[in-house]
């Protein structure tokens, strides 16, 4: 609204209003009278103001009575109600413009908004404010109100303590909630524009109007940690209320509100809120709220020759006077007081300096030719008053391009005691200054909302003593009974005592929520003066963010049971294997024995015996071993499981391939396959994994790797909370590299052909009758157990893969098995035909009388002695045939050999 149409505004309030005015009363006096225009929230008004009025008369009072300030001049103050609005403080000030007397100077309003309306109309006609209560930093702009002075702080003082604050504690994400009145809008622009200078990040600046739900919410999701609240004091209980079922009050979070609310605002009767007393308690406990000094130094004398404690005493004696009985305490009266003093002092100043001034007219004026058109005069009143410098009663007393600056008080809201009262473990002692019976002292702690105290506690008396309040003997408790028990604090023993005997007493009750001193700052020597301690839950500084869980990272291993059991499980595959290896170092040249090729076995026990360790390595981690250790761990089991493989198959296909080869080549001709030979075969097998092997680790070497597992979240200790302190990461080390894949994709092929090539010779040697040669059914059962169970191992390792102790038992238990089973199936039959045949199972032909069985000429004979029979066989139905047809003879000219008739059972060929 612009300024003419306020002023017209007013103007046509005065037209329809009557105006309230009140003149003080005064005793007839010879000296000139000043006139001042007062502007207070008299009863009524939405703000009761009405206690700073006898506090600035009291300042009238003491300066009237001064001979060194204005000695011929005697102030007085036109009271007129302003309220705490725009509207009847425009109505005031206009009906004071338009009276007599004129009014030098003006004080007040209280309030904001009427004091942007007075200050900023006043100046048009010279007229100076001083004001006392408005905080609104708007006020400060010397273009809107040029001639604004405050004796109370602006709120962007408070800004540059909160920011101080913020420093002191290293807070460098902060948040902002703040009613819609330009008073706190003002305020939160000036405090964003400090944060920027000073680098403090602001993530949210949130402004609401009468529901502050939705903003609360979004200083939660913010993670707002610290907030700094700008309201009044019915929506800050609305606010304190949201942030309370949003979790976003109590440990790890600090409030920053204003300091003028009425003691216990949070408590009061208040339906436009949900929250119980007991929530709202819990909601505020702990916030920091930042004031002016309310009083001086009691140890400083003001400019009136008294210290605080005397301020207090004539203010709360003046109350009682019959013209202000009507009237409220205000704990904000000195600043009222203060602000008498400012414009009286600048008025004294102003006395001296015309006596010998000249305006521009050429003429000499004295303090009452003042009027509003009085450009020079309102310019020298106005330039007198910013160097003013004073202690008053709230303490020192100077301005700052019109704003006070002052020593600023820090409070937290914390249970404590009433002044008087001795505070210690959450309840306040008072030790009364008489002995009294035992029930007078009891009714005496009852008058003082209290009890008497029982005094347990070592700590608690030694504090007690400290303090030096107990005497030898105190009361014990409320007892009734006749003989009453009372406690020699000395030597902390229960003495009786007559209920009738006067002895002192301790009274006790339970500490409550107060707003407590912490800390005075000098705004401006930035001077911050601890007076006592910040209390924080747990006894730490609220951090400005949610810290960034703690990662635990916990290594998933298997337990030292499962490692062992393994260990053990592999342990009794590998006895039963140096256990055949045993029998077949033994029996070496038994008959049966030497005909499967015992060397060539030995080659596929060793091979099982490297699987079986490989298992073994399979379970060791880093938890067991050093990382170096566990790497050199990573090489040594692909060798392992590589040559095992390769020796146990390579060995056991080899032999077969030997059978193949005799029975397949169609020759005459003795063949002869020594084990030299199928140890070569053996070794070429062995060197395409070595060569495998070795550009592997030479090109792409086996290294640690860390896999980690799906988190685990750790909520905080915080009841009702769901805010995450600690994540627990599992993870394990395993062995890997950059190509894995290719490589193990090479060894898988290779093996897999290898196992093929087996299958493909054990199907061509099944006929082969000679159980002791044809290893042929067990290969077939070898491969089989191979290749089922490893498709089974490898689909379910796909799934179990993030559980290394699961996989552990799983692969190692289907590897330890798949071996066994080989070895079992490949020497059991060996072990049986050994102990049941000692000398050799019989065979039907024999490559030669008296001497050794050569392994490979009794194949061949075998295979001769097949195919005689099998010519015998067609011989025969050939001789059928012809007996049948009568032909006999004529076969018998063609054969030219003796054949007798078939129909005698009893004949036999002698040659064919």
């Known amino acids: 609204m612009s300024l003419p149409l306020q002023v017209s505004l007013a103007f046509l309030c005065i037209i329809y209003a009557s105006s309230d005015v009140n003149t003080t009363s005064t005793t007839m006096s010879t000296k000139t009278p000043l006139y001042l225009g007062g502007y207070f929230p008299m009863p009524g008004s939405s703000y009761d103001g009405s206690g700073f009025v006898p506090a600035t008369q009291m300042a009238l009072d003491h300066i009237n009575e001064r001979d060194d300030i204005l000695p011929e001049y005697e102030l007085k103050m036109i009271v007129n109600n302003s309220g705490c609005a725009p509207g009847p403080a425009m109505r005031a000030l206009f009906d004071q413009l338009i009276r007599k007397p004129i009014k030098i100077m003006t004080i007040g309003p209280c309030c904001s908004e009427p004091s942007k309306a007075v200050s900023g109309v006043g100046y048009h006609w010279n007229l100076i404010t001083m004001n006392y209560g408005a905080v609104s930093p708007t006020l400060s702009n010397r273009n809107l109100y040029p001639y604004f002075y405050r004796t109370y702080m602006s709120a962007a003082e408070f800004n540059l303590v909160q920011v101080r604050l913020m420093r002191e504690y290293g807070w460098q994400r902060v948040a902002s909630i703040h009613e819609l009145w330009e008073v706190f809008s003002s305020t939160v622009d000036n405090l964003l524009t400090l944060l920027k200078e000073d680098n403090i990040t602001i993530i949210g600046a949130e402004s609401f109007q009468e529901n502050p739900s939705n903003q609360v919410k979004v200083l939660k999701i913010k993670d707002a940690k610290i907030v700094v609240l700008?309201?009044?004091?019915?929506?800050?209980?609305?606010?304190?209320?949201?942030?309370?079922?949003?979790?976003?009050?109590?440990k790890g979070y600090v409030w920053m509100i204003i300091a003028w609310y009425t003691e216990g605002w949070w408590a009061k009767q208040d339906d436009s809120i949900n929250c119980t007393p007991a929530e709202m308690t819990e909601a505020v406990r702990g916030y920091l709220c930042i004031d002016s000094t309310l009083l001086g130094d009691p140890k400083d004398n003001t400019i009136a020759n008294i210290n605080s404690d005397d301020f207090l005493a004539f203010y709360e004696e003046r109350l009682q006077w019959p013209e202000y009985r009507d009237f409220t305490n205000n704990v904000y009266a000195p600043f009222g007081y203060d602000a008498a003093w400012a414009v009286a002092l600048t008025l004294n100043k102003s006395a001296e300096i015309l006596k010998t001034k000249r305006f521009a007219d050429n003429t000499i004026r004295r303090l009452e030719d003042f009027n509003y058109d009085d450009v020079e005069m309102g310019r020298m009143f106005f330039d007198l008053l910013a160097e003013t410098d004073f202690i008053g009663a709230t303490g020192p007393v100077s301005f700052r391009t019109g704003d006070r600056v002052g020593i600023t008080q820090i409070f937290q809201l914390q249970d404590n005691c009433r002044p008087g009262w001795q505070y210690f473990d959450g309840a306040c002692y008072v030790t009364p200054s008489l002995a009294l019976e035992h029930q007078m002292a009891a009714n005496y702690c009852q008058s003082l909302d209290a009890y008497v105290s029982p005094l347990q506690g070592?700590?608690?008396?030694?504090?007690?003593?400290?303090?030096?309040?107990?005497?030898?003997?105190?009361?014990?408790?409320?007892?009734?009974?006749?003989?009453?028990?009372s406690m020699d604090v000395m030597s902390q023993t229960m003495v009786e005592k007559n209920c009738f005997e006067e002895i002192n007493f301790?009274?006790?009750?339970?500490?409550?929520l107060?707003?407590?001193?912490?800390?005075?700052?000098?705004?401006?020597?930035?001077?911050?003066?601890?007076?006592?301690?910040?209390?924080?839950?747990?006894?730490?500084v609220p951090l400005d963010h949610t810290p960034p869980p703690v990662i635990v990272h916990v290594m998933k291993y298997s337990s030292p049971i499962t490692f062992y059991s393994m260990c053990a499980l592999s342990g009794v595959g590998l006895i039963l294997a140096l256990a055949f290896l045993g029998f077949n170092i033994k029996f070496k040249d038994q008959r049966t024995i030497k005909m499967s090729s015992p060397y060539l076995n030995n080659l596929i026990i060793l091979g099982g015996i490297l699987i079986y360790f490989w298992v073994v390595t399979f379970g060791l981690d880093t938890h067991l071993l050093s990382k170096e250790a566990f790497k050199v761990i990573c090489h040594i089991r692909n060798w392992l499981l590589c040559l095992g493989f390769v020796l146990a198959f390579g060995a056991m296909f080899s032999k077969t391939w030997r059978v193949y080869r005799v029975v397949t080549l169609k020759t005459p001709q003795r063949i002869v396959i020594s084990d030299r030979q199928l140890f070569a075969m053996v070794a070429i097998l062995v060197a395409v994994d070595v060569v495998i092997l070795t550009v592997w680790e030479i090109v792409?070497?086996?290294?640690?790797?860390?896999?980690?597992?799906?988190?685990?979240?750790?909520?905080?200790?915080?009841?009702?909370?769901?805010?995450?302190?600690?994540?627990?990461?599992?993870?394990?080390?395993?062995?890997?590299?950059?190509?894995?894949?290719?490589?193990?994709?090479?060894?898988?092929?290779?093996?897999?052909?290898?196992?093929?090539?087996?299958?493909?010779?054990?199907?061509?040697?099944?006929?082969?009758a000679i159980p002791a040669l044809n290893d042929s059914k067990y290969i077939g059962m070898s491969v089989y157990n191979v290749v089922i169970l490893s498709s089974i191992g490898a689909a379910v390792s796909l799934i179990i893969y993030d559980d290394p102790p699961l996989l552990f038992i799983f692969t190692g238990t289907l590897v330890i098995f798949c071996t066994t089973v080989t070895l079992i199936v490949i020497f059991v039959p060996k072990v049986i035909s050994v102990y049941k045949y000692p000398e050799g199972k019989p065979v039907t032909t024999m490559a030669s009388q008296g001497g050794s069985i050569d392994p490979k000429q009794t194949l061949h004979d075998a295979e001769e002695k097949r195919r005689l029979r099998e010519k015998m066989v067609k011989l025969e139905e050939a001789i059928r045939k012809a007996v049948n047809s009568g032909s006999l003879e004529c076969l018998k000219e063609s054969m030219g050999a003796t054949v007798i008739d078939p129909e005698n059972t009893n004949s036999t060929t002698d040659r064919v």
């Open 230 to 250: 700008n309201t009044y004091e019915g929506m800050a209980r609305r606010v304190f209320c949201e942030a309370y079922k949003a979790g976003l009050t109590g």
């Open 458 to 485: 070592e700590e608690l008396l030694e504090h007690l003593l400290n303090e030096d309040i107990l005497g030898p003997l105190f009361w014990f408790g409320d007892d009734d009974s006749v003989t009453c028990q």
């Open 506 to 512: 301790v009274c006790e009750k339970q500490a409550e």
């Open 514 to 540: 107060l707003q407590h001193l912490v800390a005075l700052y000098d705004v401006k020597n930035d001077i911050m003066d601890w007076k006592d301690s910040v209390i924080w839950p747990d006894g730490e």
């Open 700 to 768: 792409d070497p086996m290294k640690v790797a860390t896999y980690d597992l799906q988190p685990e979240i750790a909520l905080s200790d915080l009841e009702d909370s769901s805010e995450v302190r600690e994540i627990i990461q599992p993870y394990f080390n395993y062995c890997s590299c950059n190509n894995m894949l290719y490589f193990f994709s090479a060894l898988c092929v290779y093996k897999g052909l290898l196992l093929i090539f087996g299958t493909f010779l054990a199907w061509e040697t099944r006929k082969v």
